[in-house]
């Protein structure tokens, strides 16, 4: 059973970087692309960017110029940095497994990390 | 970006009844479309990938049809652990974008 778990420093201030890591068991990331999503309280579910372990990346415009994503296969973890947070990033991230996948687009996430609460707070 | 717009935003239904939900697209996403389950303080749970095809461990009474611009999610009977918030979500092109959700509750 593959399982993903976020795991961050907590409570960010504005203009810092937040970064989040998640873990993932039951299978190697250097199978599949990996995405993060995010949620604001009481809100929808944003699209922020996936990765594949090769290097590849494909982030959303919106967010392009403060998103970072990186993978360590030796750990089996990946990673998401946003830089110059401010509290519209305040959010549940959330990582997941992306299946059927071209250089272009996957077709959906399969499983999911539980998500973690950021808030961005001076 | 592909803007995806779900109908009805809320539902009220009982126990047992049949509901659907409806996903547009603002362009043509092919079968590109997938929805999700989600309850509160949960992450979403794939319920129906490339439009029509039910995720493994899915009860059958989900299913999804559609096509182009026009999607639907139907329940057949729900059941108590049903009553969640839905989500389309289109994987046609980056970036990756949702409807805005549906709640289903219990009336």
Sequence with gaps: ?122 | DIQMTQSPSSLSASVGDGVTITCRASQSINTYLNWYQQKPGRAPQLLIYAASSLQSGVPSRFSGSGSGTDFTLTISSLQPEDFATYYCQQSYSTPVTFGQGTKLDIK
């Design chain 1, 1 to 122: 059973q593959v399982q993903l778990q976020e795991s961050g420093p907590g409570p960010v201030k504005p203009s810092e970087t937040l970064s989040l890591t998640c873990s993932v068991s039951g299978d190697s990331i250097s199978n599949y692309y990996w995405s993060w999503i995010r949620q604001p309280a009481g809100k929808g579910l944003e699209w922020i960017g996936r990765i594949y372990t090769s290097g590849t990346t494909n982030y959303n415009p919106s967010l392009k110029s403060r998103v970072t994503m990186s993978g360590d296969t030796s750990k089996n973890q990946f990673s998401l940095k946003l830089s110059s947070v401010t509290a519209a990033d305040t959010a549940v991230y959330f990582c997941a497994r992306d299946r059927y996948c071209t250089s272009a687009t996957c077709s959906h996430s399969d499983y999911w990390g539980p998500g973690i609460l950021v808030t961005v707070s001076s």
